[in-house]
């Protein structure tokens, strides 16, 4: 008996390799498989290459319709930033002498505050889009400033270029290293609303806002809870970071000595929810993580950043065995980096160095790697119902790859299993393997004209 016609309209149909992770397996291969993209940019179908017949009576489109993938090509679900300072692009690659408070007063804020310029706001936050959309960079947790309107503006530079992205003005009242570089409480609380209030009204349909406190040293207990209770009340995001250096650690026990821990401040100001992802977490205790596993709160892990400023080493595997959401973030300019697989080769070779360091450490896997780069960033952001892998009913957020790119970094000498494929791009690739980038079906990447 043949199948019902289906009433949705089919906007591509692929037809290759798809490789994917999902709840239970951290690299599914689909060989042969045909995906359908309806217009909505939902995936409407994936079936095998063999029923191409079928699919297209029951889809209504016509086999020439189909887009073939090549030898050495595969398509891979976007990859998922959690952690990125977009208004830090400028000096990425530079200014990483020093360690991380001192960093902060040397270099962040002094070139944060010059946010204030919307034309120099609007030529970095444009590159620091393009740039990781071209390295498949499909959502962002963007931190901006405490810049309103140049926040609002890297919202609407997100949305025009189709990228997926939480953006956040930051909040912080205190700041005595540069003094010019912070808001008073009233301030931070009135024009986070109103961030909040016309973000929400440009009703963009992939960019939404996060409540952004800096972190526990640069915001008055006072502030914290008011943006806990905006959190709520707007059922908002939330991002931050926590235990990135002992320095920082020692700080909050001295700012804020009714706590129990560095954990404990964000928990008793409301701003530990299951749509809060804190950056680093490198010296987070036990019972710490059992407020994250708790809470649902979620780590985003930026090895980059933890190496370049010495921060410390976040322990990947017991963070995960101790069953807390974990994604990986860049965290421009701590981490010099843009691209997430610059993350994915850090968060390997940290946890290849924890294995020397104890031979008892069970060192992670090229794919629970990649699941983390993708599924797990989605579950760290609370957006697995939406991206993160090729579902039918999911948004089709996805990067096509091939590694025999002209001119690329890769050279392949024979045909290829996908497994290797995969793991040459993770170990070997960039941008220039990167043939197309799609959010939500939309193909975003070749830029357009």
């Not at 609303?193 to 440009?202: D, K, P």
Request: hydrophobic fraction near 35%; include cysteine; charged fraction near 25%.
């Amino acid at each position: 008996m043949s199948s019902s016609r289906s009433t949705m309209v089919i906007a591509h149909v692929f037809r290759g390799t798809f490789v994917h992770s999902t709840q239970s397996s951290a690299l599914d291969v689909l060989d042969d498989t045909l995906l359908g993209v309806d217009t909505l940019g939902k995936i409407a179908f994936i079936g095998r290459g063999t029923d191409v017949d079928r699919l297209c009576e029951k889809y209504g489109f016509h086999v020439r319709d189909v887009t073939q993938l090549r030898q050495h090509e595969f398509f891979m679900p976007g990859m998922v930033d959690t952690h990125i300072h977009a208004s830090q692009y400028s000096y990425a690659g530079t200014a990483l002498d020093l360690p991380l408070l001192q960093w902060l007063n040397t270099y962040t804020f002094p070139v944060e505050a010059r946010y204030k310029d919307l034309e120099f706001a609007r030529k970095v936050y444009t590159q620091v889009v393009r740039r990781t959309l071209r390295n498949g960079t499909t959502t962002a947790s963007y931190f901006a400033t405490i810049h309103t309107d140049a926040s609002l503006l890297l919202g609407q530079i997100a949305n025009e270029f189709g990228q997926r992205a939480l953006v956040g003005k930051v909040c912080m009242d205190r700041n005595d290293a540069v003094k010019h570089y912070k808001e008073t409480p009233e301030e931070s609380l009135d024009e986070t609303n109103r961030f909040i209030r016309e973000l929400l009204e440009n009703k963009y349909p992939l960019v939404m806002p996060v409540v952004t406190p800096r972190f526990a040293p640069s915001c008055s207990p006072a502030l914290l809870s008011h943006l806990g209770e905006i959190a709520q009340n707007n059922h908002l995001h939330i991002q931050s970071h926590i235990s990135e250096t002992k320095e920082e650690v020692q700080m909050v026990k001295e700012l804020f000595p009714d706590s129990e821990s560095y954990t404990d401040v964000y928990l008793k100001h409301n701003l530990l929810t299951d749509k809060t992802v804190m950056a680093h977490g490198c010296h987070l205790s036990d019972e710490e993580l059992k407020l994250f596993r708790e809470t649902g709160a979620s780590i985003a892990h930026c090895p980059n950043s933890n190496i370049s400023l010495c921060s410390g080493f976040l322990d990947v595997r017991n963070v995960l065995n101790r069953k807390v959401k974990l994604g990986l973030g860049t965290d421009v300019a701590g981490g010099y980096s843009p691209s997430m697989l610059d993350a994915v080769r850090k968060t390997l070779d940290t946890s290849k160095a924890l294995t020397i360091k104890d031979s008892e450490h069970q060192t992670l896997s090229f794919q629970e790697v990649f699941r983390l780069a993708t599924l797990g960033g989605s579950q760290a952001l609370s957006m697995d119902e939406h991206t993160g892998n090729f579902e039918v009913g999911k948004d089709f957020d996805a990067l096509r790859v091939n590694l025999a790119a002209e001119e690329g970094p890769v050279d392949i000498f024979q045909r290829e299993e996908p497994l290797v494929l995969l793991e040459k791009f993770l170990n070997l690739g960039d941008d220039r393997n990167i043939a197309e980038v799609y959010v939500a079906g939309r193909r975003v990447v070749p830029f357009p004209g």
